[in-house]
């Protein structure tokens, strides 16, 4: 008779096994965003994906798509109301949605980051988060903050006065363009593929964008200055599809709020190292920063500003500009 080892080898391992306290994976969850792998945005993302496995004892797994790999903003939007994504970092392409959503970002609405995180943080904060989970079925849980633009050029230029008809490229918005000529330079939209060969061949003087941009497009080899009128400050929100949370036990929920909130904190972090960082590159390859007349730069441009938000906005607006 052949004795057949192989069974109660089997056997034991498989009761080994039973008794072994076993966490399985019940849940992934799948983040798409637009920024690439070197952005904070993507390390918080991952970071957030690390504190929520470890709060949830690996039963939830969050799995990173950057460069628009799942699919472009709008795209993961839709997919987030179809059931189809799981998450993505989104601000004011929400307001196709929720109006609330244009004051993520507003010209001057903002007069530092203190002021920013007290408005998304505080009362308004929690409105504009509201209407979106009405309005979207999208549930922000956390924010992420944005380098403010500034205006690069080749002269230093400290007041809306001195802008004299200065020819600048501006995105496609009618808001920036109407702000930008009520402050007194001459602004027209361009593809900002176009943007680095039209400020070297003088075709415009002049552009705006964020610290990052403009050192990741190499403008410092076409405009000499930064003047740091850092007219848009805004935020941008990480956000979880409101059928996926609903499928969240209240505990689960409490795990994605904590590991949210802690992806928010290292995300400031090295949104912080990163401006401070952009600054110095820039200078170090010969661009020299401006401090400007916030104030009436501000001044300037509220009635422009006013006449360009929607109806129901523009009374938080004045509210905003008054303080």
Known sequence: MTFNWKKPAMAAAIAALTAMPVFAQEMTLKLGHLANEDNPWHLASVRFGEELSA????????????NESLGKEIDLINGMQLGTVDMTITGESLQNWSPMAALLAVPYAYKSIEHMDEVASGEIGDQIEAQIVANAQIRPIAYFARGPRNLTSNRPIASPDELNGLKMRVPNVPLFIDVWSALGAAPGPMAFSEVFTSLQNGTIEAQENPLALIRSASFNEVQSHVNLTEHVRSWIYLTIAESTWQELSEDDQAAVMEAAARAQT?????????????????????????????AAFAAAAKDAVLSNVSDEIRPTVEDLFAE
């Open 266 to 294: 290292y995300e400031r972090e090295l949104f912080e190292a990163s401006v401070a960082d952009d600054r110095a590159h820039l200078e170090a390859n010969g661009m020299t920063f401006v401090e400007v007349d916030g």
């Open 55 to 66: 709060l949830t004892d690996g039963r939830i797994a969050v799995e990173v798509f950057p």
